[in-house]
């Protein structure tokens, strides 16, 4: 089954640090991924995604993410955590529908709490 | 920037309503997509739209329905609202059909939490 695993439901961090939120995926061919983050009581905004090419992807808000075929694996990380980025991340994976249809599957979320 | 409305941020219905959530999206997307979001579940997909009064079941279509009339409006209906449908309801929007060699983004709504008494 095509899925997709946060495997912690909460990251702790000191502000200044830097901060790992982790991702595992399970896809029938290539994997279309992305990461997600939720502010209270706020939609999700996204932040970035991998579709092909440069293993370590850049987004939003100085996060990137780093792809790993064969850990099967796309970790969030910033190299230096600020309070302003407690929030819950989510991490998605593309599934094809129908041949061309595509629908994302989102893990459960992580939550991140980065203290001053 | 893309905007994605929803109706209402919060909403209070007693069991057995019929409830209407709606979404609007101001960039001209093919696809729409609801979800609902709960702890420790994270979201679940139950309808999705890609195409104006084309709909397809997601993940956990139970209890729902759906409506796309035109295509900047999807509509989300609990037809007889129950307990164990309070909840956050997530509305989302993207570009269109990607083939089997890209993927759009999707953007959300802020969202409407629902509480069914």
């Known amino acids: 089954a095509q899925s997709v695993a946060q495997p912690e439901d909460q990251v702790n961090v000191a502000e200044g640090n830097p901060l790992t939120v982790k991702c595992t995926y399970s896809v029938s061919g290539n994997p279309y991924l992305f990461w997600y983050v939720q502010y209270p009581n706020r939609g999700l905004q996204f932040l970035l995604k991998y579709i092909t090419g440069d293993n370590l992807v850049k987004g939003s808000y100085g996060f990137e993410a780093e792809f790993n075929k064969s850990q099967t694996s796309f970790h969030l990380k910033k190299p230096s955590a600020l309070v302003s980025d407690s929030a819950l991340y989510f991490c998605a994976v593309r599934i094809l529908y129908g041949g061309a249809t595509n629908k994302l599957i989102f893990g459960t979320g992580t939550l991140l709490a980065v203290q001053p | 920037d893309v905007k994605v409305t929803q109706s209402s941020r919060y909403l209070v219905k007693r069991t057995g309503e019929k409830v209407f959530l709606e979404c609007v999206q101001d960039?001209?997307?093919?696809?729409m997509f609801w979800y609902r979001q709960d702890p420790g579940l994270g979201l679940r997909l139950i309808y999705f739209s890609y195409d104006v009064k084309m709909k397809e079941k997601g993940d956990i279509p139970e209890g729902y329905s759906v409506s796309r009339e035109k295509k900047e409006r999807f509509s989300l209906i609990l037809e007889s609202a129950s307990t164990n449908q309070t909840s956050m309801y997530l509305c989302?929007?993207?570009?269109?059909?990607?083939?089997?060699?890209?993927?759009?983004?999707?953007?959300f709504g802020p969202g409407t939490r629902l509480t069914v008494t």
């Open positions: 989302a929007s993207s570009r269109g059909l990607a083939g089997t060699h890209g993927a759009y983004e999707q953007y």
């Open positions: 960039m001209d997307h093919e696809n």
